[in-house]
């Protein structure tokens, strides 16, 4: 943009959309007037840019008018989407809102957010992506007859099954399995086998919050022990 339309876009265009905006458009979802203002703005910009790069002059009323009318419209400056659930357009057309990933679900001594409720339960697609990709470099270390073991077993072969096919003894096997787990902590680490099969940290949290829920709406005069109901009421509230 040259220094003359950015002129024009400060002196003639900017005001009126300053002063037009707060009265004709309606901010959506988390939006509010400023940031509906600067993206109108924007806009105007962009407009500017194009008609000067097509040789046309630039009219300030008219491209305030446009501008404004698209972001009434629900379009904005970085797209103009409807099907996108984010988009101002989207929500013109359908009936939904925008909220924040923590706000809290249900009443106010409720401790799951939106969040909690709409996480996955499975394993994250990072961790197993990686794992796979440390599985496939563990099991190119291995020699042939070690490496046919760990694919058998992945297949559901007993020890007995996987000793007749190789043509030796299931104590033979029961050996080169336990160096098959030996190999594997050397080169993924102690912990590997224990890691494999722990609770992720981020299950763990939601459901030490949901057990704690459950007892904060524990009757404490239906517990029999009055010890145990103190101790519960000093724990919970």
Known sequence: MSPAAALI???????????????K??????????ELVQDTTATAAAMIDAMEKSGKKPIPSSIAYYSIQRTKSGRRSYGDS????????????NE????????????EDEDFTVGDMIAARTEDISAKVLRKIDWAAFVKTLDARK??????????????????L??????????????????????????????????????????????RNEWKHTKIDRIDDPEQSNITEAIFG
């Open 9 to 23: 876009l400060e002196m003639q265009i900017y005001p009126i959309i300053r002063n037009t905006i707060p009265r």
């Open 25 to 34: 458009a309606k901010p959506m979802g988390s939006e509010d007037y400023q």
């Open 82 to 93: 409807r099907t996108d659930v984010m988009n101002p357009g989207y929500l013109m057309d």
């Open 96 to 107: 939904g809102s925008v909220c924040s990933m923590q706000a809290p679900v249900g009443g």
């Open 147 to 164: 490496r046919k073991i760990v694919e058998k077993l992945m297949l559901g072969f007993t020890t007995g099954d996987i000793a007749r």
């Open 166 to 211: 190789l043509k030796v003894s299931s104590a033979r096997i029961v050996q080169l399995k336990r160096e098959i787990a030996q190999a594997i902590r050397q080169f993924m680490g102690d912990s590997i086998l224990v890691d494999s099969g722990r609770e992720s940290v981020w299950q763990r949290d939601i459901r030490s919050l949901r057990e």
